[in-house]
């Protein structure tokens, strides 16, 4: 299960990956940021409740829900809605190399947040040590892209994505410990966005009075984003933590995985948005995180 979680987890960033290169490309082509995170979860909410609903799996998350509505509502906003908001909105000033490379911090935050998402209320110090290593080939990289960003850009993709980061895996966590083994990874996902879709219809109205209805182009993006991250990459990465169990070091591991997203994204933005080959020190920053990641997943 080891092994299977580990694969899972580099299958998701493999996935997710498109995330960082459509959002830049929406960005660049014009599209308001706000819409492609909107467009994303209304598309995932679609599939989804098309999929439960011919499985008549849809029961039993209103169900769970009900047990625990507040919490559904909180954590579930958490892990959606602040988490991709943040990255969308950072996509907007700064390239996706960079937001990639940002979004590792995802491992040093999962770790961090051991004590208030598990039964062990200590960080583990080796875990986070791995986790720096990875952190310091995630700064190296960023010497293989464009150099010349000003200082606003620079705070304006950072902030959100610092954000961002503990979002993620802390809204993911909660809700495993919410629904433990009572429902599916792909109920639970459709349970988390069900709960969000009040926040999302409501940053719709704000998006319209603010720049209109999206592009044909944006609705494309978001539907292909939707697809590969939301739908497949997501359902792959709950699936390995959930393989992982409540197992803190397993989890980090998996979590830790997602520093692929790295290389795919390098690669992606290369051909599809013709940008430039990382520099001798940002293959060396590569190969510091491959080697972080092993040495965690190997400890773990």
């Not at 464009?146 to 802390?170: C, F, G, Q, V, W």
């Not at 984003?225 to 699936?239: E, P, Q, R, S």
């Not at 409540?246 to 992606?268: C, R, W, Y």
Request: hydrophobic fraction near 55%; include cysteine.
């Amino acid at each position: 299960e080891s092994n299977m979680s580990l694969f899972l987890g580099i299958l998701a960033a493999f996935f997710f990956s498109t995330t960082f290169i459509l959002n830049r490309k929406m960005g660049i082509e014009g599209g308001y940021w706000l819409w492609s995170a909107i467009l994303r979860h209304f598309f995932i909410f679609i599939f989804f409740f098309i999929w439960l609903g011919i499985k008549k799996e849809i029961k039993p998350v209103i169900k769970e829900i009900k047990l625990n509505v507040g919490a559904w509502f909180l954590w579930g906003n958490v892990g959606f809605t602040v988490f991709y908001s943040f990255i969308c909105f950072a996509s907007q000033f700064g390239p996706s190399w960079l937001i990639a490379c940002l979004w590792q911090m995802t491992i040093l935050a999962g770790i961090l947040l051991t004590p208030f998402t598990s039964d062990s209320k200590k960080i583990p110090v080796k875990q986070v040590l791995y986790a720096v290593l990875i952190f310091a080939g995630v700064i190296l990289v960023q010497f293989s892209g464009e150099k010349e960003i000003n200082i606003r850009d620079i705070l304006l993709t950072m902030i959100p994505m610092i954000i961002s980061t503990a979002a993620y895996p802390l809204g993911n966590r909660k809700m495993l410990q919410i629904c433990g083994d009572h429902l599916s990874t792909v109920q639970r996902i459709f349970g988390m966005i069900l709960c969000t879709m009040p926040t999302w219809i409501l940053l719709s109205v704000i998006a319209y009075f603010k720049r209109g209805y999206p592009s044909a182009g944006q609705l494309g993006g978001a539907l292909i984003v939707a697809v590969f991250a939301g739908i497949i990459g997501t359902t792959l990465f709950f699936k390995a933590t959930k393989l992982a169990g409540g197992d803190h070091k397993k989890l980090a591991a998996v979590e830790s995985t997602q520093a692929a997203e790295l290389i795919f994204a390098l690669t992606g933005e290369i051909f599809l948005l013709h940008g430039s080959f990382p520099s001798i020190i940002g293959f060396a920053g590569i190969m510091i995180i491959i080697a972080g990641i092993v040495m965690l997943n190997f400890r773990a």
